[in-house]
């Protein structure tokens, strides 16, 4: 409950138990300022759009069951996902950390597979691109040549936020949280490197915001011990 503008924008969460249950059934979403209806629009977009778009890989995310506001605060039930954060899954190391690795790579290829649109279907994203990516890359590299090989490439269903904070996993098993961020014509590979550059960081404890650019540096250069599972899955 933090004054700072940021933490003012953001939902609290609570998760609800069935009396004498161990594990929560629910998860209640309610704005901490009125005004927030927007990213609970964006959040239910979201979880539709899963839906629709891959039915039989929808269960790894949570089920809307309703919306309503209190107060004039915006509110939104969940099924709850249960289990640990990923970050502290990973945290951990050994076998489980590896195979939650392999668990949701292998989910972000069957629905980047079960969701590809037509290359037009992808034009807003690179004219966003040119726009907003390539000035910044300009005398670095040959953006053009970049943007022309984009041409053919497919577009894909995509989370946009899917750092490990928004993965909840018990082993193996894991459901992706806060749909909000979610495109249906985003770039193929776009979650799949987001999540793998914070799980490796996550893994080799390098995620602190002092080590974080060097390590991903190393990561994406060959040169770190997860490579191997980076370029794998690429």
Known sequence: ?????????????FLVFSAAARSPAWAVKVARVPGMDDAFDRDE?????????????????PRLVGRSSVAGLALSVETAAVGDRATEVL???GTEARQLISAVCAWLVELAAATRLPPEELAAERLRFE????????GQADVGSLVTRL???PAVLVHSDLGTW????????????DWESARRAGLPLWDLLY???????????RARPGDRAEYLVSLFRGEAELSSVLFEWV
Request: aromatic share 4%; hydrophobic share 50%.
């Open 195 to 205: 999540f793998l550059a914070d799980a490796c960081a996550q893994v080799a404890r």
């Open 45 to 61: 977009r979201g979880l539709a759009v899963l839906t629709q778009s891959a039915p039989d890989l929808a269960d790894r995310a």
């Open 1 to 13: 409950l933090g004054r700072s503008g940021v933490l003012a924008e953001r939902r609290m969460a």
């Open 151 to 153: 041409q053919d490439v």
């Open 91 to 93: 945290r951990r190391g």
């Open 131 to 138: 726009a907003d990516v390539a000035p910044a890359w300009e």
């Open 166 to 177: 928004n993965i909840v996993a018990t082993g193996r098993e894991f459901s992706i949280v």
